[in-house]
């Protein structure tokens, strides 16, 4: 199983950035995938999930109305599209999937992307 994000990068505050993850090594369009977020010394924070088909999304209420999370099932691709960015938005991104084993289930990350929101 890989992840690979991408499209993080510096932009100022109210500028947008749409993350890239592109995965492989497991049947991309059968489960959930989700972004996270971290900032130094604090957990990590769900930012957003989309069901399989893309037919539910879910969101962090510090994004709700400015993040929006799809996917390109044809692609292996999930995508967060992030408006109106703040600075308080400034940290490392991940994507993740989380996958059945034979005895239980198994958490995916990709390597993470940085955003810096900063005038």
């Known amino acids: 199983v890989e992840l690979v994000e991408s499209g993080g990068g510096l932009v100022q505050p109210g500028g947008s950035l749409r993350l890239s993850c592109a995965a492989s090594?497991?049947?991309?369009?059968?489960?959930?995938m989700s972004w996270y977020r971290q900032a130094p010394g604090k957990e990590r924070e769900l930012v957003a999930t989309?069901?399989?088909?893309?037919?539910?999304?879910d969101y962090a209420d510090s994004v709700k109305g400015r993040f929006t999370i799809s996917r390109d099932n044809a692609k292996n691709t999930v995508y967060l599209q992030m408006n109106n960015l703040k600075p308080e938005d400034t940290t490392v991104y991940y994507c993740n999937v989380v996958l059945p084993t034979g005895w239980g289930r198994r958490i995916y990350w990709g390597q993470g992307t940085q955003v810096t929101v900063s005038s």
């Open positions: 989309i069901t399989s088909a893309g037919g539910s999304t």
């Open positions: 090594g497991f049947t991309f369009s059968s489960y959930a």
